[in-house]
């Protein structure tokens, strides 16, 4: 089983920062990726961020330079840092953890219950 805990959203001003935090609970899973998403009404879901379990990170073009994503694998932990925030950053936020059940082969994909992060400009 795996439950996924978002902190951190809310509203900022154009230029400020936030930080998003996610915990994965886990029982008999092991996660492989962790990372955000973030979708506005009438879009599809957008990859924010994603962090591999050796470290690797992927980050879309659109905040490369301003957002840095972490994790602590011992706590199942990913954060997401936010810098020099834009209106167009304006979204739900969604924590996604990709976990395998131990002893299977199959990865499955599992989401947070989102948090909204608005700017204002």
């Known amino acids: 089983q795996v439950q996924l805990v978002e902190s951190g959203g809310g509203l900022v001003q154009a230029g400020g920062s936030l930080r998003l935090s996610c915990t994965a609970f886990?029982?008999?899973?092991?996660?492989?990726?962790m990372g955000w998403y973030r979708q506005t009404p009438g879009k599809l879901r957008e990859l924010v961020a994603v962090?591999?379990?050796?470290?690797?990170?992927n980050l879309a073009d659109s905040v490369k330079g301003r957002f840095t994503i972490d994790r602590e694998n011992g706590k199942n932990i990913v954060y997401l840092q936010m810098n020099s925030l834009k209106s167009d950053d304006t979204a739900v936020y969604y924590c996604?953890?990709?976990?395998?059940?131990?002893?299977?082969?199959?990865?499955?994909?599992?989401w947070g219950q989102g948090t909204q992060v608005t700017v204002s400009s």
């Open positions: 962090i591999s379990k050796d470290g690797s990170i």
């Open positions: 996604n953890v990709a976990a395998r059940r131990l002893g299977r082969d199959e990865v499955l994909n599992y």
């Open positions: 886990v029982r008999s899973f092991s996660i492989n990726t």
